[in-house]
């Protein structure tokens, strides 16, 4: 048997209870992969992250109860919030190794900053299956890393209640997550809302997404003809990204807040 000290952070949230909380456990080296998705499954939370040091920086590798993912903002977010505020990482920004490729992190005042590809989303038809899954039918349809369905208004996306067995259908057969999302007000401050699916991966709605932004972003950027967003993801704990479009990334701002700090036995 062996211990490892497991943190709880709540990213992109404000107070505890908030964002979308993240599994963040260190490593002096990898672990089996079998064994970090048994980890993952036991926490039960859409993500739980893992790291080791490297070369240049740590490498990170990101787990759902059930599959290991090419990308995750909030688990991101929380890595980056464990080095910073627990073990006393000193530099100015940390640079993860990924199978998407590097990314890093790093502060601005309480905030956390992350530089992450985009994944700019293609038009495509408005599949019945789409409508099928959601319980209506978007303006718009568009296709990347996941799938984007377009609402005039956010009280539309805040109001889906998805059929759970056609939605895993669609995601498992495509192999991508699903993306609702709206324009948001003047009163809300925000520019976009949204919510994500991914039953496919055992995450039937995700409480807050970044590697669902790098879609979102590019998308309402163009739309609105600026660069600067805004975005909220609507799900019931809720969490705000303050995103910013520079050419082919997306740079990230979010908070975190510690939740649980303890000790793993495996």
């Known amino acids: 048997m062996a211990e490892f000290t497991m943190f709880q952070v709540d990213a992109f949230a404000d107070g505890v209870f908030e964002g979308n909380p993240a599994a963040v456990v260190p490593l002096e080296h990898w672990l089996s992969d079998d064994l970090m998705l048994s980890i993952a499954a036991e926490n039960n939370l859409a993500e739980t992250a893992f790291f080791v040091p490297a070369q240049e920086g740590y490498e990170l590798r990101w787990f759902t109860p059930t599959a290991e993912v090419p990308l995750c903002g909030h688990a991101t977010l929380a890595s980056a919030h464990v080095l910073f505020a627990h073990l006393g990482f000193a530099g100015s920004e940390i640079v993860f190794q990924t199978k998407s490729g590097p990314l890093t992190v790093g502060r601005d005042g309480d905030l956390y900053v992350m530089d992450f590809p985009t994944n700019p989303p293609k038009p495509t038809m408005v599949d019945d299956k789409v409508v099928g ?17 377009v609402f005039d208004d956010m009280r539309q996306v805040a109001a889906l209640q998805p059929d759970l067995a056609k939605l895993t259908g669609l995601c498992t057969e495509t192999g991508k997550g699903l993306i ?5 007000d003047e009163a809300s401050g925000w520019d976009c ?17 970044g ?20 975005a909220r993801q ?18 990230m701002r979010g908070r975190a807040v510690d939740y649980l700090k303890g000790t793993i036995t495996v």
């Open 133 to 149: 899954a959601l319980g209506a039918r978007p303006s718009m349809v568009l296709s990347g890393h996941h799938m984007l369905a």
């Open 180 to 184: 609702a999302t709206a324009p948001g």
């Open 193 to 209: 809302a949204s919510r994500f699916f991914a039953p496919h991966v055992g995450i039937a709605e995700d409480p807050v997404t």
């Open 211 to 230: 590697s669902a932004h790098t879609t979102i972003v590019p998308f309402w950027a163009s739309r609105l003809k600026k660069d600067e967003i805004v």
């Open 234 to 251: 609507i799900s019931k704990r809720g969490g705000t990204l303050y995103c910013t479009l520079k050419g082919d990334r997306v740079v």
